[in-house]
């Protein structure tokens, strides 16, 4: 750790002002004392990190919880996180993205990727990330944001008005699912980027074309042929209602930026809040409507969902017991009385899965095993119930939450992937 350190310049860690085995309340599984391998307060120039080292080998996501309540408890609050297992880093940034790394580096590849732990240099340089999912959502957000402005303000100066403003807000949805869906394989590969391409060179027209494609979406089974060949049934009743609408070369060539976006570094979690409010700012105003960041959601679930289902797990001595406890697991529900565009639902699901892969590593940890894909499961986005009255925002959270699913399959068990 001395010479992690002195690689950035510093003459030791002590002379940097950080501390090792630093003692911080409350932070233990059983809310006791716990001792952060390494701290390194916040200063003058230096926005500061906490580190958790783990033997080589050691699977790091299930550290993740340890790391974020000595980070919880800390303060003032460092800016980063590590987790490390003399392998590799996994480099979090709690104040903006929670559940996802910004960046994980490989031991062997920290020569060339030096830029990842800038913040560790005397002066505190600004990092350069590869997982900053926030910048991306933000920007994609705001331009889908746009994108409906300038659709409903050209309607609005039409003669005859083809479509409702709540058609429109239905459309804008159909199309950030199938943009988020092209980049997660569950439509062929680049299938919607070249739709968007087809209509500004001419080929062929938004009104037909997209119309078509969400009808593909919303039909049972998978198309066998033609231009929508290989396009899956997409449930949840967001395809149920089909409303055709004619798109302009400017608001094609908006949409094409956003297609060509990378919609996998989407969160979905403050996806929702930007661009409700980014398609009507006036309205979030006197509303009074505010986006809640990640890291104060986690203020919420940490205490009433994370440490409860943990101390549960942790306490469990037998098989019989660990397998009473995914019972009680799949009956738990999660209510928010006014939920928006589903963030706080969104959080809660992602992190009820990861509790969900605890008890399962637990349970393979007893019979000896290694935990299986196929028992993946029992925690469900019906599990997950929300209260509105912004028909819109309903449908924003109903969209986050088919979202979710969609990410928590793909990051279980990603070492069996």
């Not at 009104?207 to 198309?223: E, H, K």
């Amino acid at each position: 750790m001395t010479k992690f350190f002195q690689a950035f310049g510093h003459e030791g860690i002590k002379e940097a002002g950080a501390e090792f085995e630093q003692r911080v309340k409350k932070s233990s599984k059983n809310d006791k004392t716990g001792f952060a391998d390494l701290v390194w307060p916040p200063a003058r120039g230096i926005k500061g990190v906490v580190i958790e080292m783990k033997k080589r080998g050691t699977d790091l996501t299930l550290h993740y919880s340890q790391l974020e309540r000595y980070w919880m408890r800390l303060t003032p609050k460092p800016q980063y996180s590590i987790l490390c297992n003399f392998d590799e880093f996994w480099i979090y940034d709690f104040t903006n993205q929670v559940d996802e790394p910004v960046d994980w580096v490989r031991l062997e590849d920290l020569p060339k990727r030096l830029g990842t732990f800038s913040f560790m240099e005397i002066g505190g340089q600004a990092p350069i990330f590869r997982n900053n999912q926030v910048e991306v959502t933000e920007r994609t957000a705001r331009r889908m944001g746009e994108f409906y402005q300038l659709v409903r303000d050209r309607g609005k100066r039409e003669k005859f008005q083809y479509f409702t403003e709540e058609q429109l807000q239905r459309f804008t949805l159909q199309c950030v699912l199938a943009m988020f869906a092209e980049d997660r394989n569950l439509l062929p590969r680049d299938l919607f980027v070249a739709l968007v391409q087809d209509c500004l060179t001419g080929k062929d027209n938004a009104y037909d074309t997209f119309s078509g494609l969400f009808r593909a979406m919303n039909q049972p089974g998978i198309v066998p042929q033609g231009r929508y060949a290989a396009v899956d049934y997409f449930n949840g009743g967001l395809f149920a209602e089909i409303q055709p609408i004619a798109l302009e070369e400017s608001e094609l060539k908006l949409l094409d930026i956003c297609a060509k976006d990378n919609w996998e570094n989407i969160r979905p979690s403050i996806f929702g809040n930007i661009f409700e409010g980014a398609i009507n700012e006036n309205e979030r105003h006197a509303r009074g409507i505010h986006y809640t960041s990640e890291k104060d959601i986690r203020q919420i679930v940490r205490p009433t969902i994370s440490d409860y289902w943990e101390e549960k797990i942790n306490n469990a001595k037998t098989i019989g017991e660990l397998n009473q406890l995914q019972l009680e697991l799949q009956s738990y529900r999660v209510l928010d009385p006014a939920c928006r565009s589903g963030n706080f639902l969104y959080v809660a699901y992602q992190e009820l899965k990861r509790i969900e892969r605890l008890l399962i590593q637990k349970i393979a940890e007893r019979r000896k095993q290694v935990p299986s894909q196929m028992e993946m499961g029992f925690v469900t986005p019906l599990q997950f119930f929300g209260m509105g009255t912004n028909p819109f925002a309903v449908q924003l959270a109903r969209v986050t939450m088919t979202i979710a699913r969609k990410i928590a399959i793909d990051s279980s068990f990603p070492y069996l992937l």
